[in-house]
């Protein structure tokens, strides 16, 4: 009998491909292999490969994965025949339908197969196409099928039954077709004071200890959820997500942990109230709820909903290209509006989320996950990225707070009005290189903003900015509460033909200490102190 090689812990086991008993856990279709071979029912069938996984939250804890296994397959002696054929990776499916090849994957010409860190997550029953070519030109094509097995004790995939999303989310793990929590981590930053309870959530997911109230992360390879219900008191006082965005570095920070799956919550606490928005920025990147401690425990819910809804193979992919965040923004912020119309406004993209009022919560929460779950594989939101490619905002006068693909967040500080900026979109992308239609707004800030078409170049827009002198926000949700601002947002989105992307976003905050008068020729009449003062890392 022919041998899988499990490799555990750096150590190289054999292990027979026996047949055997599953393990329990999601009952998933055996799944037919992609491409002509399968349809002609001429591809030679190898034997199947077994693979049983591990998860053990304490083994390989520094590299931040559960300790993968690996499955290594010399094609050349898997059947008679094949020895100095030349082989290639036709197609690949999972649970019955065509799927991407894991990034641990490879296959070279001689057909040494192997495939790296095959983790819970990875559980299901593939189909890799493959072609066997001959140096005289004749091939041939064969089928391999590999299942991955659950560990033996997987918990189901949510706790409470009684709750509709709960129902549908354990109707479709039962059919594989949903990822569960199996690969993610919650970690409370304030020391339990604000804990989401995970236990009466899903016993998926896993704890992790330790990590300070900041925008730092020393688990860079996990699927992590965090929230610290903290406010930062003094002279420098703010919320833990305003407190860490007053330079570059800190928004570079910021950026590394969304391209992480990562998503960590913070209260606003008094930076958002009935008198004001007192954020100088705004962005997806930012995970801020509307109230005070304990505001913030709704949005882990739903946050994950979302990982525990996503198709398997759909989030596979996500995590692997560090996109599980911004997709998670995507289905959160779409979820609170009823349509596109609106998901394209200001309406859905506010600072910070409200909560949503209790007599439809469940429902959106069961909209959210079925909305989650009805992503395949080929139908990933696309993803919107921002570049500069003209600006009027001076670095040197402080006024370029950051700049990165995600968001561009300026504040007005000189005297010369109005502003400009010239934005591109070219390096939008989807990761199935679907063709894109790009979709520039005014989120907020509707009177002090106009976008203007660039001629011959349907990716970029000519954003002209006019002082924005504090005004009541335009949007203003269900159950949310009327407040002004001194920002602007502009909200960049790409559309693959099936749904919209996340926004990346460009605001510009006028100080809000503050008030200036312009003529209508832009010469600045006079400016003069409000009465409110800057946060201290503004002046």
Known sequence: ????????????????????????????????????????????????????????????????????????????????????????????????????VPARLSLNANGELRWEDITPGSFGNWRLLLKAEDGAGKARELVLPVEVRLPADTPDICEAASRPWCAFARERWARGEAAGNLEDFYNNRDGGHAAFPIARFSRQIRPLVGGHATLLSPWPTRNVVGNASLFSLGPAAASMERFHSFSQPQFDAKVRIFESNHVFWYPAHTDIFGNGDLFHFNAAYANISVGSSGSEVDEIERTFVVWAMLRPDVKQRLVERGLLAPATQMLLRRNRVDSDAAYLSGLAHLTGFFDIPPAIAEQRLLELAQAANAITVRDIPPFAMLKVVREDFSAADREQLATNAWGV??????????????????????????????????????????????????????????????????????????????????????????????????TVFALDSEVRMYDLTHRLLWRKPSGRPDHVRLK
């Open 1 to 100: 009998m022919l041998a899988v090689l499990l490799a555990t812990s750096g150590a190289v086991v054999a292990a027979a491909a026996a047949t055997g008993t599953p393990t329990p856990g999601p009952s998933v279709p055996a799944g037919k292999a992609t491409g002509a071979a399968g349809a002609a029912g001429a591809a030679l069938q190898l034997e199947r490969r077994v693979v049983a996984t591990v998860a053990d939250v304490a083994t390989n804890f520094t590299l931040g994965r559960d300790n993968g296994r690996t499955l290594q397959v010399d094609l050349a002696r898997a059947a008679p025949g094949l020895l100095g054929q030349r082989f290639t990776l036709v197609s690949i499916s999972r649970n019955g339908s065509p799927s991407f």
């Open 409 to 506: 967040h300026r504040i007005w500080r000189r005297e010369d009005h109005p502003r400009e900026m010239v934005l591109s979109a070219a390096d939008s992308f989807d990761l199935n290189g679907r063709a894109l239609e790009y979709r520039w707004v005014v989120l907020r800030g509707l009177k002090y903003a106009k976008i203007e078409p660039v001629e011959g170049d349907p990716g970029s827009a000519r954003v002209v900015f006019t002082y924005p002198h504090r005004f009541p926000v335009e949007f203003v949700p269900p159950g949310g509460e009327a407040h002004q601002t001194n920002r602007i947002d502009i909200g960049l989105f790409v559309h693959n033909g099936v749904s919209w992307s996340p926004p990346a976003m460009v």
